[in-house]
Every structure is written in C-alpha cells, then in structure tokens.
C-alpha cells in the first residue's frame, strides 16, 4: 500500500469514524453555490436538435489540423490526415463542451449511427485493395497482381 492511499484510508475513513463525526452535519456547513450563477450555467444555446452542427465543425476542423505538413529534415514531412485530424478535433471539441453559450456535445442519437457507420467503414476500407490480388487457380503457391498470371 502506497503512502497516497494510506493518507486517504486513514483521514477519510477512519479518522471520522474514530472521532464519531456526524457527516451529513459536516456537509451541511459547506457553502452553497449560489442558485442564480448555478442556473445561468446550465442554459446552453443549441444550435441545432440533431447535432449536426457539432459533428460538422468537428469534421472541418480535423480536415484543417491533417492539411499540415510538418518537416521532419532530409525532405521528409508528417501529416495527421483527414483522419487523424478528425480525430484529434472531435477529442477537443467534446471536451471542450461549449463557448460561451454555444453548446459543443451531439446527442447519444446522432453519435451511436456515426459512431456504426465509421466502425462499418473501417474494414471495408482496409480490405479495399485485397480483391485483385486474389489467384482463381488454387494450385498456385504465390498470390499476383492479375489473376492471368495464375493461369497454366
């Protein structure tokens, strides 16, 4: 047991436990965030119901991030890609959440068919190549670009 989980074993557990502190009283004399400031942050605009905004500043985002190039020396250069940069700006833009009153989050009804048709996608698109290297004869041992370099 490290010294960290020791520390909060024994000042969060047992040390009320063993000094019979009510808890609940304790709780009680916390300051209370104030109503007014904590309903002003829970109105959000919405821009729109679908969320389609979101996932659209999210995609044009991620195309901007993966358009640079950076160097690497000896003419080399690296790139996130449309996907990569997809990826980093949804990350950003989730947990962002909002500016200002705009609300930054799609709901669960938007998300799960992309999140579908992206897992969907995926295979078809790393199979995509697979097909012309493919021999009719089974008797050959080497797979070919053509399928007429199979042949007798």
């Known amino acids: 047991m490290c010294l960290a989980s020791f520390r909060f074993l024994l000042f969060v557990q047992l040390l009320p436990k063993l000094l019979k502190v009510d808890i609940a009283a304790e709780n009680d004399k916390l300051p209370k965030l104030p109503a007014a400031k904590a309903e002003k942050e829970k109105v959000l605009t919405e821009i729109d119901g679908p969320g389609v905004f979101v996932v659209c500043l999210a995609i044009m985002l991620g195309a901007?991030?993966?358009?640079?190039?950076l160097p690497l020396g000896g003419g080399a250069t690296f790139s996130l890609g449309t996907g990569g940069g997809a990826i980093i700006a949804g990350i950003v833009v989730s947990s962002i959440g909002h500016i200002g009153k705009i609300k930054l989050t799609a709901p669960k009804s938007t998300l799960v068919p992309l999140r579908d048709l992206g897992i969907s996608l995926v295979p078809s698109a790393e199979q995509r190549g697979?097909?012309?290297?493919?021999?009719?004869?089974p008797a050959a041992?080497?797979?070919?670009?053509?399928?007429?370099?199979?042949?007798?």
């Open 64 to 69: 901007l991030i993966g358009s640079f190039k």
């Open 130 to 137: 697979c097909g012309p290297q493919v021999c009719i004869d």
């Open 141 to 152: 041992v080497r797979c070919h670009a053509s399928p007429d370099r199979c042949a007798d």
